[in-house]
């Protein structure tokens, strides 16, 4: 059986042998297929790369259909029992789990670059009192690139590193900073002492103790979300990665678009979305009524924490995440809206509507109610997702910088406005 694809061209008769490899023919290709000399040659046509491979990635395998997410081969079900964030960052980075002294000193230049230069602190003081905190921590992580002007040398593998391990390491702090920002409380600096997420949890909610003693439960249930949303392959922020970064850009003015488009409703704002709805809804007796709205499409209404581009089954993200929220309510209490979530997810599962387009939650289903119950405003949900990400973007970013094949990224069109015309003088113009 030969490793090709007979294309016909009825235009002109010609036929054309496409070599197929990986299960994909090079749209290149069929720049050769043309009906004269002033052809510019067949393209395709992909409005939101539906069906576009744009880069060969060795980083996470998702099997939509089956529900299966690997980082680097390794099942995210094992990483998430197992693993704990900076090591499953490294894993995501570097290709391989880390021995047990490569964790130590990779935990250690973490830990080390923690700290947020004093004029960073300034500028983020710089804000009105109730900005967005993803608006806050997107414009500070460009800010960045200012400080570090050796970040340019994206060529240089040290260089690269070295931003690697800034970007890891203060985008909590940054996070943290933009919480306690728009909650109007003073800026706390990083506790070296603590793991990762313990940290994290200090700079977040440390009031007046000396020191602060994070719950452990809380804290490994951050890791695992953490875990979960480390990488995710070609979805829309790390493609926006990827094409800004194909400028030759700096990697913190890249990391800005990623966060930018992470932003978005129908991307990282969408566990903030879920919780508006589960309070819209109010109570469990509204769920039928909400769920025919959204069936009659009226007013353009989405059952928000659900669908999913890529997976057609249960998102396996979504699993764990279920039995983290059982764990963190036994710490904090039941989040009231809980109750209305399960039941929207019995009846959407029973649907036809949503179960002849493989509608099944997806991992912001209930991330928004777990992070509701730890004390964060929805506002600061996009930047958890964030934080986590970023091991994702840098590694992607590194990947299709040294990928020989790929180039400064640059669609084409289908032209579709007028062609030449005049220009017409203002005082002639109906
Ligand atoms: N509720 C109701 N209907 C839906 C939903 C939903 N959440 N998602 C898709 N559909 C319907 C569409 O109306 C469409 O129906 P039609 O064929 O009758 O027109 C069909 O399912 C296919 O939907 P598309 O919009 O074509 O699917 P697409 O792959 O473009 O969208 C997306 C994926 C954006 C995630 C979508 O499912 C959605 O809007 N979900 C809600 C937002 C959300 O939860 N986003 C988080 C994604 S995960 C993440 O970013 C981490």
């Not at 964030?85 to 047990?100: S, V």
């Not at 804000?127 to 460009?142: E, K």
Request: some cysteine.
């Amino acid at each position: 059986m030969a490793d090709t694809l007979s294309v016909v061209d009825n235009r002109t008769g010609k036929k054309y042998e496409l070599p197929i490899q990986d299960g994909t023919i090079r749209a290149m290709d069929l720049r050769q297929i043309k009906t004269g000399p002033d052809d510019f040659g067949m393209m395709t046509y992909d409005p939101a790369f539906l069906n576009t491979a744009s880069c060969r990635s060795a980083i996470t395998y998702i099997d939509g259909d089956k529900g299966i997410l690997l980082y680097r081969g390794y099942p995210i079900e094992e990483l998430a029992e197992h693993s704990d964030y900076l090591e499953t960052a490294y894993l995501i980075l570097f290709g391989e789990l880390p021995t047990a002294s490569q964790l130590q000193a990779w935990t250690h230049e973490i830990t080390i670059h923690t700290m947020l230069h004093e004029n960073v602190k300034k500028f983020m003081d710089g804000f009105q009192y109730d900005a967005h905190p993803m608006g806050i921590f997107l414009s500070t992580v460009g800010v960045l690139s200012t400080f570090y002007p050796d970040a340019k040398q994206i060529f240089d593998k040290g260089s690269r590193l070295h931003q690697t391990r800034r970007l890891i390491a203060k985008v909590p702090s940054i996070a943290a900073y933009a919480f306690r920002h728009s909650i109007g409380r003073p800026y706390i600096y990083p506790d070296n002492e603590l793991s990762f997420t313990a940290n994290f949890l200090n700079m977040l909610f440390k009031m007046t103790e000396l020191k602060y003693q994070p719950n452990p439960v809380l804290a490994r249930a951050l890791d695992v979300l953490f875990i979960l949303h480390a990488d995710h392959e070609q979805n829309c922020s790390t493609s926006a990665m990827r094409n800004i970064g194909s400028s030759h850009v700096d990697p913190y003015s890249a990391l800005v678009g990623a966060a930018a488009a992470l932003y978005g409703p129908l991307h990282g704002g969408a566990n903030e979305a879920v919780l508006r709805m589960l309070k819209e809804i109010g109570s469990v007796d509204r769920v039928p009524e909400f769920i025919k709205r959204v069936k009659s499409g009226e007013g353009g209404v989405r059952l928000m924490g659900f669908g999913h581009r890529v997976y057609k089954s249960y998102d396996p993200r979504a699993k764990v995440i279920k039995r983290i929220a059982d764990l963190v309510f036994t710490v904090t209490g039941r989040n009231p809206l809980l109750q209305i979530a399960l039941e929207l997810e019995r009846i959407a599962l029973q649907d036809e509507y949503f179960i002849s387009r493989k509608l099944y939650p997806n991992v912001d289903f209930y991330s928004g109610l777990i992070y509701q119950a730890m004390g964060f405003p929805v506002e600061m949900f996009p930047v958890l997702f964030a934080i986590p990400r970023t091991a994702g973007w840098i590694a992607q970013w590194e990947e299709m910088l040294l990928d020989q094949e790929q180039k400064i990224a640059r669609p084409r069109q289908i032209y579709t406005g007028p062609k030449v015309r005049e220009y017409v003088p203002r005082d002639k113009r109906s």
